[in-house]
Structures are given as structure tokens and as C-alpha cells.
């Protein structure tokens, strides 16, 4: 007996690992998540396809999964390549006419290989153009006074198109572009794009795949990630300088995902695989999560 047990450990010990996730997956069916992740994370092949993967597995476990992504280096890849210069002000990208066309462009044509890959994994999925429908309402963006071109920011979610995929069990991927009541389409930023898209869906989750390990004490020597943050928490970090950079607006997008009704959020690293399951179905978790402060 006992040496069939240790010849069977293997098997026994991911047994284990099924029967930790089973209240999560009790107390997550139906619902649903949305995940958003910027084009520096998918640009690695290996950790895009273990993405997707945890994708299609959240839809046959009976979650309902959302997915917004970015492109920002294939953009200022594209923009280069027109003999443009990618041009930034306070994390936004200036967008005049030319630079709308490219970015429309590259997220469409992104959007169509994630389908593409993930109905290779199995999943039941959809693109769904928000810059198209008029999911995501918006206005043109000032920052400080300046026009920085046609950014949008958003006004109002009409998520309907998303709901009818997501009733149908079906995975929709988002290309998260604005339009104004004229028709006019807008560059979105996608941290907020995911969040309003978040809050109008009425999320369990808003999920940030990025590819750093999360909110650390010492960003310098990138140490000491912080597994979990109440809301205040996290914006007493922002003032401090501890969320700083590029986390700023990822953390801000957590904040405003949470004052808008969705329940939790989270920031994981794309570079370990598999994050995304061992963050929603582990009780320890993999990255930085943000909660409400009565949580």
C-alpha cells in the first residue's frame, strides 16, 4: 500500500491542488471577471499562449471571462515605421488623425490573432470593437488645457454587445477604442477602458496582467511584493512614492474599478505561469491585490 501511495504522489498531490481550488471555483461560477493585459505582456509567445490557456480553462469552470488588451510597443513600433514619433504626455499618447488610423490598425489586427489563438485552445470566443458599437462613450481629453488629439475619456459604458457573448458563453475580446455621440472614434487608454468595463459588467474581479511582479516596499531593488491592499492603502502608497511609474496608473485604474462597484481587483506578473489561475484559485496567491476598505 504505501508503496503504491508514493508511486501515485504525483497524482495524489494534484489531486490537492484541484481540491484547494474547489470553493473558488464554487464561489465563482456565473461570474464574471475581467482581465486586461498591455501589449509588453503579450509580447512573449510563451507567457501569451499560458495566458489564453487560463482563459478558455476560467470558461469551462463556468466563469464568465472578459478580455482587454493593449498594444502600446506595436503601436510606437507601427508609428516609427510611418516615420512618426511615439509623443506621451502624462502617460496618454498624443493621437492626431494618422496616429488614430495606426493605433486603430494594430489593436484590430492584435485582437483578431488572440481570437485566433485562443479558438486553438478551445475557446468559445468573439472580437467585439467598443470603437465599432459604441460600447465605450467618450469625450475628447485635456490634460492641463493642452488637446493632446483624439484621446477619449470615457463618459458612459453600454455594455449590452458584451453581456449577449457573455450569456452565450462566449469569451469577448476587446478592442478598447471610444466614439462619441457623432460617431467620432478616440485612443482609449486601456487600464481605463478595463476598468469601465469592469464596472458597467458588474465584475466579480478587474484583473491588470502586466509583467512586473506587482506593488513592491522597495521598487529599486524589487523587493517585497505586497499581496494585499486595502483602497486607501493603496492610494497612501500613490502619495508616498511607493506605487510610482508605470503602476501609478494601473493602481489608480484598481481604485476606480472598485469606487464603481466591481468587488476585487488584482495585479499579476505574466512571466509566471500560470499566474492568473494560481492568483484567482490559490489561497496565497501571486501578485498584489486591491479591496475595498471594509474587506
Known amino acids: 500500500m504505501r508503496s503504491t501511495i508514493k508511486r501515485l504522489a504525483g497524482a495524489i498531490g494534484k489531486a490537492s491542488v484541484l481540491l484547494e481550488a474547489m470553493p473558488y471555483l464554487q464561489a465563482f461560477r456565473g461570474k464574471v471577471f475581467v482581465i486586461k493585459t498591455g501589449g509588453n505582456a503579450l509580447s512573449e509567445e510563451a507567457a501569451r499562449t499560458q495566458l489564453l490557456q487560463d482563459l478558455v480553462f476560467l470558461q469551462l469552470a463556468g466563469i464568465r471571462p472578459v478580455l482587454v488588451h493593449g498594444g502600446g510597443p506595436e503601436i510606437s513600433r507601427a508609428i516609427k515605421a510611418a516615420g512618426g514619433k511615439a509623443k506621451f504626455v ?96 478616440y485612443n482609449v487608454n486601456a487600464d481605463q477602458a478595463g476598468a469601465a468595463l469592469a464596472a458597467g459588467l458588474k465584475a466579480e474581479k478587474f484583473v491588470l496582467v502586466t509583467d512586473v511582479l506587482g506593488v513592491l516596499k522597495d521598487q529599486k531593488n524589487k523587493r517585497g511584493l505586497i499581496g494585499h491592499l486595502r483602497r486607501s492603502e493603496a492610494n497612501r502608497l500613490i502619495t508616498r512614492g511607493v506605487i510610482q511609474g508605470g503602476m501609478i496608473p494601473k493602481a489608480r485604474a484598481c481604485i476606480e474599478a472598485l469606487d464603481r462597484g466591481v468587488h476585487k481587483t488584482h495585479m499579476i506578473d505574466i512571466r509566471i505561469p500560470h499566474g492568473l489561475l494560481l492568483e484567482i484559485f490559490t489561497f496565497e496567491g501571486i501578485g498584489t491585490e486591491i479591496v475595498h476598505d471594509e474587506n
Open 90 to 185: 502624462q502617460g496618454l499618447r498624443v493621437t492626431d488623425r494618422k496616429t488614430l488610423g495606426i493605433v486603430a490598425r494594430t489593436l484590430r489586427g492584435r485582437n483578431r490573432s488572440l481570437v485566433k489563438e485562443l479558438r486553438a485552445f478551445g475557446g468559445r470566443t468573439a472580437s467585439i470593437d467598443c470603437g465599432r458599437t459604441g460600447i465605450l462613450e467618450t469625450t475628447r481629453r485635456r490634460v492641463g488645457g493642452a488637446d493632446i488629439g483624439w484621446v477619449g475619456k470615457i463618459q458612459a459604458v453600454r455594455p449590452a454587445a458584451i453581456e449577449r457573448l457573455l450569456r452565450e458563453e462566449v469569451i469577448p475580446v476587446v478592442v478598447p477604442m471610444g466614439r462619441d455621440r457623432q460617431g467620432r472614434l
